[in-house]
Nanobody
Framework: QVQLVESGGGLVQPGDSLRLSCAAS????????MAWFRQAPGKDRDFVAA????????DYADAVKGRFTISRANAKNTVYLQMNTLQPEDTAVYYC??????????????????WGQGTQVTVSS
């Protein structure tokens, strides 16, 4: 079992930055791949970014590439999502997800076993 708790969401203006954190517990953090997804009202839960267990392999959705950065600190059992140049279309509930480590990174929700409760990010002027 893995428990995930997100934090760091909030209300920001277009062009601002936010850093989300996801603290994991219950399983050796270095054995799991991590990802961020987001879900806007009335829409599906979409892939944002993923990172492998060691942090040397990352993947990003086209919509956030160049603006968002995923990273992890295994010593702190935490994964981060640094979000820069936020736009209104980034408004969503952001979810942290985890799965047993694998060679490839996955972009579909069905590949992830554990989920956090989500944190709201609202970008509005």
């Amino acid at each position: 079992q893995v428990q995930l708790v997100e934090s760091g969401g909030g209300l920001v203006q277009p062009g601002d930055s936010l850093r989300l954190s996801c603290a994991a517990s219950g399983r050796t953090f270095s054995t799991i791949n991590m990802a961020w997804f987001r879900q806007a009202p009335g829409k599906d839960r979409d892939f944002v970014a993923a990172i492998n267990w060691s942090g040397d392999l990352k993947d990003y959705a086209d919509a956030v590439k160049g603006r968002f950065t995923i990273s992890r600190a295994n010593a702190k059992n935490t994964v981060y999502l640094q979000m820069n140049t936020l736009q209104p279309e980034d408004t969503a509930v952001y979810y942290c997800a985890a799965r047993p480590r694998s060679i490839i990174l996955h972009r579909t929700t069905s590949e992830y076993v554990y989920w956090g409760q989500g944190t709201q990010v609202t970008v509005s002027s």
